[in-house]
């Protein structure tokens, strides 16, 4: 049972270059969910959709796009990084109907030079 | 808008109780979380309150939930070194918000032999 899994594990980007993220969940969620992790700062919401065909913006989501073309992937843009975006990014998904848990994935360490 | 505040750090004594404490703004919450992350890996449900609990037990971990001052503590009970991680609280909107979990800025909890 994979549950969620991110794509690259670790990648090193210089200033300017363009990249995507993966995130891919097996478990048939509706709500899928982008958050980034800062020391001190917690997770913040990046974006976010509700299901297949939507997105919308969280908390912090100037630089980023997303997409939400299957049902089971969602993936994060970066068009032109900066060092602001070194991050750890975490991919969240969830059923979208009564208690659930959100299930993350292990991470993706990102570091723009 | 929302907001979740918890202290960054807390050290214990292998065996004593830990109490990380964590303050929330959003009163329409419907559940409220606590993650664990180990270092490195992505975030795991510890446990979780529905808002119209005031405690819930699960072994050795505590959730106490005071809507009315909107705090949340966690106790956990014989603290061992293998509860070293990073605590988060959550709160919880609904679907109709798009079912996001609003995180505090973590507590490393250090537990010492």
């Known amino acids: 049972n994979a549950g969620v899994t991110q794509t690259p594990k670790f990648r090193v980007l210089k200033t300017g270059q363009s990249m995507t993220l993966l995130c891919a969940q097996d478990m048939n969620h509706e709500y899928m969910y982008w958050y980034r992790q800062d020391p001190g700062m917690g997770l913040r919401l990046i974006h976010y959709s509700v299901g297949e065909g939507t997105t919308a913006k969280g908390e912090v989501p100037d630089g980023y796009n997303v997409s939400r073309l299957k049902k089971q992937n969602f993936l994060l843009g970066l068009e032109s990084a900066a060092p602001s975006q070194t991050s750890v990014y975490f991919c969240a998904s969830r059923p979208g109907q009564g208690f659930t848990e959100a299930f993350f994935g292990q991470g993706t360490r990102l570091t723009v030079v | 808008g929302e907001d979740v505040e918890q202290s960054l750090f807390l050290s214990v004594r292998e065996g004593d109780s830990s109490v990380i404490n964590c303050t929330y703004t959003?009163?329409?919450?419907?559940?409220l979380y606590w993650y664990k992350q180990e270092p490195g890996a992505g975030l795991q449900l510890l446990t979780y309150i529905f808002s119209n609990m005031d405690m819930k037990q699960d072994q050795r971990l505590t959730v106490l939930l005071n809507k009315k001052d909107k705090h949340l503590s966690l106790r956990i009970a014989d603290t061992q070194t293998g509860d070293s991680a990073i605590y988060f609280c959550?709160?919880?909107?609904?679907?109709?918000?798009?079912?996001?979990?609003?995180f505090g800025q973590g507590t490393e909890l250090s537990v010492k032999p």
């Open positions: 959550a709160e919880g909107q609904g679907y109709n918000q798009g079912g996001k979990l609003i």
């Open positions: 959003d009163s329409s919450s419907t559940y």
